[in-house]
């Protein structure tokens, strides 16, 4: 009986560990995000993923904010980065920045 301690410890702390990390991939699939569009697709802001505080800040003082229109005008030959045109102007942004913003595609 004691030989299986070990095993019974190792299995109890991978469950632990399964249930602390568990995350909601029902929505995943879902989930679009700006660096996913391609050139000229146009798009509504739903909501800045807020794991980075200081990167929500910036997008948003740059003016991407929830509900506005955003369309992809260029993207660099080596995919970094992006040329937004939201609000009458354009904007250059980072791929992993715009990775962090979630969007509805608009036809």
Same mark, same amino acid.
């Given at each position: 009986?004691?030989?299986?301690?070990?095993?019974?410890?190792?299995?109890?702390?991978?469950?632990?560990?399964?249930?602390?990390?568990?995350?909601?991939?029902?929505?995943?699939?879902?989930? @679009?995000?700006?660096?996913?569009?391609?050139? #000229? @697709?146009?798009?509504?802001?739903?909501?800045?993923?807020?794991?980075?505080?200081?990167?929500? @800040?910036?997008?948003?003082?740059? #003016?991407?904010?929830? #509900?506005?229109?955003?369309?992809?005008?260029?993207?660099?030959?080596?995919?970094?980065?992006?040329?937004?045109?939201?609000?009458?102007?354009?904007?250059?942004?980072?791929? %992993?920045?715009?990775? %962090?913003?979630?969007?509805?595609?608009?036809?």
């Amino acid at each position: 009986m004691l030989e299986n301690i070990p095993l019974l410890m190792y299995i109890l702390s991978v469950i632990i560990l399964c249930i602390t990390t568990r995350r909601d991939y029902s929505r995943v699939s879902d989930m @679009q995000t700006l660096d996913m569009l391609k050139i #000229g @697709q146009r798009a509504r802001v739903l909501r800045i993923n807020d794991d980075n505080p200081a990167l929500k @800040q910036r997008l948003l003082d740059m #003016g991407i904010t929830t #509900g506005v229109i955003v369309r992809i005008d260029k993207i660099s030959p080596l995919g970094d980065p992006f040329c937004l045109e939201l609000r009458n102007y354009r904007l250059l942004v980072r791929r %992993a920045d715009v990775s %962090a913003v979630e969007i509805e595609v608009l036809p």
